[in-house]
């Protein structure tokens, strides 16, 4: 798994790194079997303060690409945003790969 968290307008600190990989374990325990993981955060230059933080996420998976995005006044709050959309992506994926089909009853003659 690949995992790629870059920023724009802000430096991505030793702190904001490890905070984003330890929320994103949980989306990986669900669902092991992500190919590669983007995480961009950005501080957006809007007058108004609200929602000037964001994050966005896009994961790619077999077969499928998975994209979230959160917007909050702080920056940690949004990523705990966007963790929480991004598990239930997950899980939602995960329960559409598996087969939910039952066999056929058998016969008894």
Do not use: W
């Amino acid at each position: 798994m690949n995992l790629t968290i870059s920023g724009h307008h802000l430096d991505v600190t030793p702190a904001l790194r490890n905070y984003v990989t330890s929320k994103l374990d949980r989306v990986v325990r669900h669902f092991d079997q992500m190919v590669n993981i983007k995480v961009l955060l950005t501080v957006e230059k809007q007058k108004e303060k609200e929602k000037r933080q964001r994050a966005e996420c896009n994961i790619h998976v077999k077969g499928n690409d998975l994209f979230a995005e959160s917007a909050h006044a702080d920056l940690y709050a949004a990523v705990d945003e966007l963790v929480d959309k991004l598990d239930r992506q997950v899980v939602r994926h995960k329960d559409r790969l598996q087969n939910h089909a039952h066999e056929a009853p058998k016969r008894i003659m």
